[in-house]
């Protein structure tokens, strides 16, 4: 046996590419040592089927697999050869594998020059998978042996059968370049019949399905007949291709070489019945019918498409074309929702999804009422300033769901590209179309409400400024015509309602800022916050945590107390995580059937919640000279800050402020130091403690960045103060910006501060003159129990500030 399998393997034929499987010259296949029921180790195959009687070469790499054919070679023992079901699959189960295999012998292993390692089986007879025994080092399994039944000898349908199994394998070697010609050699020279059906069911062009459906099958001579049908089929396929490569070459002449497999492919095509061009060119025609555009746009259209007939389908421009007029066919030129102009079930939907924001709604109905009177109008831009997660975002579906149009979003955080807007021209490779465009074409609605988030965090770098194609964009008289670079036609969005929403407008380039309409989105008091958890949140977490209202009951108290001591926002953000929290433990005790009051106490918190995280300022009296209550605007709402002065005796004096003051901030404490020196004598203070004394300003929470002109008629009436020894009269806070001759200036933030100096305990607030424009637009239920002293000079605020 090994001499003559040496004969077949030579080593030029072992190192090539070309090795095949061949036939066991050993006509002892059948006698092994092994019983049904018997225990193999499994040698699963990626993309192999080994039939009885056939030397298989396989590349073996997986470390198990190694292991079991050296052990296999080692102690000459028999394996069990199946095939994978998934060939992806790197450790398939037993269950991952073919059940119907074949037992075989290792004959030899081949260590190649590219160091991987080749082993010769050599099929001996197939077995069905039993148990599974183990799996380590490898797989074994028992093993329950099948016959094949094969003809009676001298059977003259199966001689005819093998004969024309033998003739066809040859004429498809001899037709197709791609089978290796020793092949044929192989064939005619293995006399034995059983193996010639099975070297040519693992040699030829089947894949392993139809390989292992073959072998599945008991009797060789119906092996033999299902083998034949697919040796036809691959025949006929043969001359086919042979046909169409003949036509094709009818027509080339030696300039049109390169174009053969064109050629080849519309030979195909035509064979088929047409060409798919036409067909595409046909159905875009047909679509054009149905669009809504405009005259110069059909005569682009036209025009890209003749372009694309024109094409041949292989050119490297063709799938950009195609797209192009795809593109085109997906717009939605002058296709528009109809409006609902019913005011009252818009305000109604607003009311619903938002709790406050009047002047945001009251705009909105503004612009439905004009729509309804007018019938046509273009969109005005809208632009929601505000901090976060007071519902900029959010508003726009409610506003999309009044006015019963279509709502998309594009999040402009961190966009650094114009193309990004303007989209890309078609000379580059993968361009599309702007975020604009295709936002218009998911919608599917040339009038949909378009939100613009974020729009204060556009970037500029090198590729360009995105803010400045924004212009165009946001620009109510040059919307009519937006130009997109890919689609290289106008379009109208002057019918788009855009809302974009920002947190800072000093981030928003000046142009950009002037085509908008602002709206300020304030942060919300403390009772709005009540509301919106009593009508909102609770109603959501409860269904997003599967809760019944029974299950978690939140009175206003309580929900006070989470305001105050678990949160500090403007908007809601925070407090909505904090009531998902609360939710969640008490979820927890729901599914374990743990006993739990579903009322939920302030103590309550402390016991889910942990200790309070935040304590908002108090009023701390008025019982030392030089400490005056400021009032101050964060970005989580308003804030009440102390000023404190204090005097020490210097050789050489100089003015300290601490407490991590910005330069504005610093500035306001020099002027007001100045200011007092210029008019120590009507404010009654000795120039001579000017030279004698250190003046020291401090703003407590040192950790805290502060800067801002508000707390200018603070630090003044402070120093003044320290200065006089006159002390600051009670439960009075005071904001103004101070100048140089002694005018106080108005300031921003008016309503957060004065809802912080409420929550401290003031009763007494100094203000600008001018800001009380500003307090004539706060609700009166938030004003109750407050005073205000309206101001235009800084000895006003001294006069009033400090006592006798």
């Not at 074409?441 to 924004?470: C, H, M, R, W």
């Not at 009296?621 to 102390?642: C, K, S």
């Not at 609700?779 to 400090?802: C, Q, R, S, T």
Request: with cysteine; hydrophobic share 40%.
């Amino acid at each position: 046996m090994s001499n003559q399998f040496d004969k077949l393997f030579t080593d030029d034929m072992l190192g090539s590419a070309d090795m095949f499987p061949i036939i066991s010259l050993d006509e002892r296949t059948y006698d092994l040592n092994i019983n049904s029921g018997d225990v193999l180790p499994i040698l699963p195959l990626r993309n192999m089927v080994l039939y009885p009687g056939v030397l298989l070469p396989v590349s073996v790499a997986r470390s198990k697999s190694l292991k079991l054919v050296r052990a296999a070679h080692e102690n000459d023992l028999l394996i069990g050869v199946c095939s994978q079901i998934d060939k992806k699959l790197d450790d398939p189960t037993i269950d991952q594998l073919f059940p119907l295999g074949t037992v075989a012998s290792v004959v030899r292993i081949l260590e190649m020059p590219d160091n991987s390692t080749t082993v010769i089986l050599e099929g001996k007879m197939r077995f069905r998978l039993g148990d599974l025994e183990g799996v380590k080092p490898y797989m074994k399994a028992k093993v329950h042996l099948m016959d094949d039944i094969a003809p009676e000898s001298g059977d003259g349908s199966f001689v005819a059968l093998v004969s024309s199994i033998k003739d066809l394998a040859i004429n498809i070697i001899n037709d197709s370049g791609a089978i290796s010609p020793e092949m044929a050699f192989a064939i005619r020279n293995i006399e034995n019949p059983v193996f010639l059906i099975n070297y040519v069911c693992v040699n030829f062009g089947l894949n392993v399905k139809e390989k292992q459906r073959l072998l599945e099958i008991d009797e060789i001579m119906e092996r033999g007949y299902q083998l034949l049908e697919l040796l036809n089929k691959e025949s006929q396929l043969l001359e086919i291709k042979m046909s169409i490569q003949n036509k094709a070459k009818e027509g080339i002449d030696q300039q049109q070489r390169e174009y053969f497999l064109q050629q080849q492919m519309k030979t195909i095509q035509n064979e088929l019945g047409g060409s798919s061009v036409e067909q595409e060119v046909a159905d875009f025609k047909t679509r054009a019918l149905d669009k809504k555009w405009g005259d110069a746009t059909a005569k682009v259209f036209d025009k890209e498409l003749k372009k694309l007939e024109r094409m041949s389908q292989h050119s490297p421009d063709y799938s950009t074309q195609l797209n192009y007029i795809e593109t085109m066919l997906e717009l939605p030129w002058n296709e528009y929702t109809k409006d609902n102009f019913n005011l009252k079930n818009a305000k109604k939907v607003l009311d619903k999804d938002h709790f406050g924001m009047d002047t945001v709604k009251d705009r909105i109905i503004e612009h439905l009422a004009v729509l309804k009177l007018k019938g046509d109008m273009k969109s005005p831009i809208i632009c929601l300033y505000g901090p976060p997660g007071v519902g900029k975002t959010s508003l726009g579906k409610s506003v999309a769901s009044a006015l019963n149009r279509k709502y998309v979003r594009v999040s402009l955080g961190g966009l650094h590209d114009e193309a990004e807007i303007r989209g890309h021209r078609r000379t580059y490779i993968g361009a599309l179309p702007g975020r604009i465009m295709q936002s218009v074409q998911k919608a599917e609605s040339a009038n949909p409400v378009f939100v613009l988030d974020e729009i204060d965090k556009v970037t500029a770098d090198y590729k360009g400024d995105p803010s400045s194609a924004l212009l165009e964009v946001l620009d109510p008289e040059q919307n009519t015509a937006f130009h997109d670079n890919y689609l290289d036609v106008d379009f109208d969005l002057s019918k788009v309602l855009f809302i974009a929403t920002a947190n800072n407008l000093s981030t928003i380039p000046r142009p950009l800022l002037d085509r908008m309409e602002l709206i300020e989105v304030s942060g919300y008091t403390q009772e709005e916050k009540v509301e919106i958890v009593c009508r909102h949140l609770m109603t959501k977490e409860l269904e997003n945590h599967g809760l019944k209202e029974t299950d978690f009951i939140l009175t206003k108290p309580v929900i006070n107390q989470l305001i105050e001591s678990y949160t500090r926002e403007s908007g809601v953000r925070e407090l909505n995580r904090q009531v998902a929290s609360l939710m969640r433990k008490v979820a927890k005790r729901v599914a374990t059937n743990e006993k739990y009051n579903p009322e939920l106490s302030i103590e309550d918190l402390k016991t889910y919640l942990g200790a309070a995280r935040y304590s908002r300022d108090k009023y701390q009296g008025n019982e030392y000279p030089g400490v005056v209550t400021g009032l101050a605007w964060t970005q989580v709402g308003g804030e009440i800050l102390y000023v404190e002065s204090s005097l020490s005796k210097s050789k050489s004096p100089k003015l300290t402020l601490t407490g991590n003051l910005g330069d504005v901030m610093k500035e306001s404490a020099m002027l007001a130091l100045e200011y007092i020196k210029a008019h120590a004598e009507k404010l009654g203070i000795d120039n001579q403690m000017f030279d004698d004394w250190n003046v020291h300003v401090h703003v407590p929470e040192g950790a805290i960045p502060k800067d801002g002109p508000s707390a200018g008629v603070t630090m003044i009436t402070s120093l003044t103060s320290a200065f006089t020894k006159r002390k600051v009269r009670k439960n009075l806070a005071m904001t103004g910006e101070i100048t140089l001759r002694g005018k106080v200036l108005p300031v921003g933030g008016i309503k957060e501060k004065i809802l912080a100096a409420k929550r401290a305990g003031i009763t007494d607030i100094i203000l600008c003159a001018d800001n009380q424009k500003d307090i004539d637009e706060i609700k009166p239920v938030y004003l109750k129990g407050l005073k205000f002293h309206y101001v235009n000079d800084i000895m006003e605020v001294i006069d009033f500030a400090l006592l006798k």
